[in-house]
């Protein structure tokens, strides 16, 4: 199957809305009246990270739904949107509201972390529990991986960006540092087209530019963690070389309080490879949190 024609099937299993002035793709599989779990994606991804997730979700009786973030996947680009973890969060809460979640589970990736502790701190009550997955706390100390980092850089980010269109050249880094070789060459150039959209990936880079890497954002985000009135369990791909596990996921189970972590045999992308682990960690999760 061709990308456009996987493209096009996996844009048919989820539904467009607007939410905050911006028009975006939302995935939500599950009964309407079941406990949602909000999955945030980061970057360079979008709401297809967790296509394979969300059906496991909904097969053990969750909600699950996984939203594109503006700048990303089927979601709008405007030019005069705020592309910061601040922003975005802000965007994501409207989301959340739009789609009538009154309580939630958070499952939050990458740079999803920092978003979705900016929605847990505006609205503490509504949170039923957060797994991170591969994510970032202590953002004052973090430097980006070597693949992102000149995303952060006027001139050499374009020519990064430009460079990901080479034949092979993103299939190379995603198996160097994301995915296995389980996951067909196929559903990983549909990445490209959801990256890029129709601004040429303008977007995306303001997103990497937009970190907040502050002292104030570090320690809004360790309470987002520590202080939340819900339970937190950490789930991490132990091969990612991104954010590794001796650095940020010591760190994440350090400031999460909690012993024991679950552990994959995952690259920085395990929704890609072990989507029906992470959803039972989830759905267990969200048993004992009850």
Request: net charge neutral.
């Amino acid at each position: 199957m061709s990308t456009s024609e996987l493209l096009e099937r996996y844009r048919s299993s989820g539904r467009t809305f607007s939410a905050g002035g911006i028009s975006s793709f939302v995935l939500d599989e599950g009964p309407r009246d079941a406990p949602a779990v909000v999955c945030v994606h980061g970057v360079p991804a979008s709401a297809y990270l967790y296509r394979k997730v969300v059906p496991e979700l909904a097969a053990r009786g969750l909600r699950g739904i996984a939203i594109d973030l503006p700048g990303l996947g089927f979601a709008e680009r405007p030019v005069d949107a705020d592309y910061t973890w601040t922003g975005l969060g802000r965007w994501l809460l409207s989301a959340i509201d739009e789609l009538q979640l009154e309580r939630f589970h958070l499952l939050l990736h990458d740079i999803g972390g920092p978003i979705g502790f900016e929605v847990a701190t505006a609205v503490p009550e509504r949170v039923l529990s957060m797994t991170l997955l591969n994510t970032i706390i202590e953002v004052q100390s973090f430097h980006r991986p070597w693949p992102m980092e000149p995303f952060a850089h006027r001139g050499i980010g374009e020519a990064w960006l430009a460079s990901m269109r080479v034949p092979g050249a993103f299939l190379s880094l995603m198996r160097l540092v994301g995915v296995s070789r389980r996951v067909p060459a196929p559903e990983i150039a549909c990445w490209l087209p959801l990256l890029f959209g129709d601004d040429g990936g303008r977007a995306f880079l303001k997103i990497m530019r937009g970190f907040e890497l502050t002292a104030a954002k570090e320690h809004l985000y360790l309470d987002a963690v520590r202080q939340g009135p819900y339970p937190v369990q950490i789930v991490w791909g132990e091969r990612d070389t991104m954010l590794p596990w001796r650095r940020e996921g010591v760190a994440a189970q350090r400031a999460a309080g909690v012993q024991e972590s679950i552990k994959l045999s995952a690259k920085h992308f395990p929704q890609e490879d072990h989507p029906q682990e992470i959803a039972e960690a989830v759905y267990r999760f969200t048993q004992r949190s009850r």
